[in-house]
T-cell receptor, first 113, second 112 residues
């Protein structure tokens, strides 16, 4: 079956603009996770969803970051007033339920000029 | 919090075995994972091991876990050029944890 998909695959934006990154999880997976991979760094956990609710938002780096998930499926990560330090690859993962094995999408490479 | 360490680079000749090592700090970790990332791609789950096991074999892959030393390794037998990628070790933070902590990744280069 189809894996986790993300769009766009690449996004170049100017400092100060807002961006939206989309994640489409594996069908039937109830849990969805966002991570950030910065150059030379490991993966940094941002947020996870169980269904449509996000019990833990503590990984979001600032209040410019927000995420939502509607219908228990697609999720959108929004970054407002982007800064150059937001440049990274944003990875989404899903699992059948929370704490199950996580399967990752190909990521969105965000470049803030 | 949890800390996961890996060496950054490994270079091996085609046909040799590769061993990628990882150390972690949280002794309550229950699942430990190895992911592979090829250039421009997302993370592909390779294998995982449950903390009550000390070895798991899956075709060319062997995972060894030394829980006492908090040391995890991934052995790739008969390494091929297609194995060239970055390999990430990831661990959870114990039973009930949803968050994975990743190492920075080991870049494996296979020399033909």
């Amino acid at each position: 079956g189809a894996g986790v998909s993300q769009s766009p695959s690449n996004k170049v934006t100017e400092k100060g603009k807002d961006v939206e990154l989309r994640c489409d999880p594996i069908s039937g997976h109830t849990a969805l996770y966002w991570y950030r991979q910065s150059l030379g760094q490991g993966l940094e956990f941002l947020i996870y969803f169980q269904g449509n609710s996000a019990p833990d938002k503590s990984g979001l780096p600032s209040d410019r970051f927000s995420a939502e998930r509607t219908g228990g499926s697609v999720s959108t990560l929004t970054i407002q007033r982007t800064q150059q330090e937001d440049s990274a690859v944003y990875l989404c993962a899903s699992s059948f339920k929370v704490r199950d094995t996580q399967y990752f999408g190909p990521g969105t490479r965000l470049t803030v000029l | 919090g949890e800390d996961v360490e890996q060496s950054l680079f490994l270079s091996v000749r085609e046909g040799d075995s590769s061993v990628i090592n990882c150390t972690y700090t949280d002794s309550s970790s229950t699942y430990l994972y190895w992911y592979k990332q090829e250039p421009g791609a997302g993370l592909q789950l390779l294998t995982y091991i449950f903390s009550n096991m000390d070895m798991k074999q899956d075709q060319r892959l062997t995972v060894l876990l030394n829980k006492k030393d908090k040391h995890l390794s991934l052995r790739i037998a008969d390494t091929q050029t297609g194995d060239s990628a970055i390999y990430f070790c990831a661990v959870d933070s114990g039973a009930g944890s949803y968050q994975l902590t990743f190492g920075k990744g080991t870049k494996l280069s296979v020399i033909p």
